[in-house]
DNA sequence: CCACAATCTGACCAACCGGTCAAGAATTTT
DNA sequence: AAAATTCTTGACCGGTTGGTCAGATTGTGG
């Protein structure tokens, strides 16, 4: 008797059926919210019966729990792969190009974490304490030191951050918006290009 | 028989009611997207009875819908109000300061509007194309005029508006993500000599 | 091929949701 | 103050939602 919730090891059955779950439910929450979507979507979308949804995770809010907690490594991957002992400048932009190139892959993925962070955060603020807020910490500091050397302008590191966050993920998190303005325009190319040249001239010393 | 749904005059009573549901709906709407707020919520919050509010508004949608327009204009006043004639530099910053200072005012509004367009803009669509872009269009090509002047440093003009939206907006819609960052920090006074600095850097022929 | 566990589903349920309605209470008009 | 109109509400309704459960079906090890 095993429980498909528990981290224990998983079935090839269940490993493909949770996946397919997930995948679903990346889908509809990211489009709709979490109390927007229904498990009837998520099951239809998933190709499995609701019972049979409700047989691998305990209800609707696990799913989204999992969906958030398997996306964080993911999406804090780019900020843990910025090299202390590299160039700084081309670090963080770097930084920025891999922060675009996540908005125009995975652009679900960062608008569900818009729309939970949209709603205060009530269920992934522990998360962001525990993890997300050592690692922007350690991030600030390293910028700190290189900007003490001279090696980067002065400007505040956590505002660096927010930027950077706010100027990458606009482009998946408002599409919609975007879409009507720029019509038709190859917008991920400018994109780049705008954000390259505002962050060197921001950085260099 | 009036009907308080249509634009026709309004009693005093019909004007502190619907004030007080579109305040309440405000409160609840932007916090929980249109699908996650409830009537009942809303009723409570306005402190009125459900199907008094129905008195009022011929549905959710109609409040929803009701909000968002009125909301419109007073979101795009700053960029009604760059000047042509003004200094470019000067304008383009104060433009930034305004909207970040419409952040720390209205953040129910910005995440509302955020809301919105996250789920691709389902109710204000159509408000975006006729509205805002002739407005996105008229300002993109000002700031066009004053690069070829040689007034501002070459930048794409779209890019420009969108990061200036995507970087004051972010401390009203991402507030939880960047309260948890900032822990205690004067969170808007650096973000306004960041952001000054940020595109003072940028602009600067 | 058999026994046992794992997987799956139709039928069902209580709670909730947006919205209706008839009738009562309050306000304004005459 | 009577009549007419506006405002308010308790009770109710059909549909949806998250979740349950008994039992059927499928997969697996011996």
Redesign the interface.
């Known amino acids: 008797m095993n429980r498909p919730e528990g981290a224990a090891r998983r079935s090839r059955i269940q490993q493909r059926n949770r996946k397919r779950i997930l995948e679903a439910a990346l889908d509809i929450f990211s489009?709709?919210?979490?109390?927007?979507a229904t498990l009837d979507q998520i099951a239809e979308a998933a190709g499995l019966s609701k019972p049979n949804i409700l047989y691998y995770f305990s209800g609707k809010e696990a799913i989204h729990v999992t969906l958030l907690n398997d996306l964080m490594d993911a999406w804090l991957a780019p900020m843990r792969e910025i090299d202390p002992a590299g160039e700084p400048l081309e670090e963080i932009l770097r930084y920025v190009h891999r922060k675009l190139e996540m908005s125009r892959e995975f652009p679900r993925e960062s608008?569900l974490f818009?729309?939970e962070?949209?709603?205060?955060?009530p269920r992934i603020?522990p998360h962001?304490?525990s993890v997300?807020?050592p690692l922007?910490d350690e991030t600030a500091a390293l910028i700190g030191r290189w900007i003490d050397a001279g090696r980067l302008?002065r400007?505040?590191p956590?505002?660096?951050i927010?930027?950077i966050?706010?100027?990458t993920?606009?482009?998946a998190?408002?599409d919609?918006?975007?879409q009507?303005?720029?019509?038709g325009?190859d917008v991920h190319e400018?994109?780049a290009?705008?954000?390259d040249?505002?962050y060197r001239?921001?950085l260099t010393p």
Chains 1, 2 share one sequence.
């Open positions: 489009q709709y919210g979490f109390r927007g608008r818009a729309n962070i949209l709603q205060g955060a603020g962001l304490t997300l807020k922007v302008a400007v505040d956590y505002h660096l927010f930027s966050w706010a100027t993920q606009h482009y998190d408002f919609a918006q975007v009507v303005l720029a019509e325009h400018g994109a290009a705008y954000l040249m505002l001239q921001l």
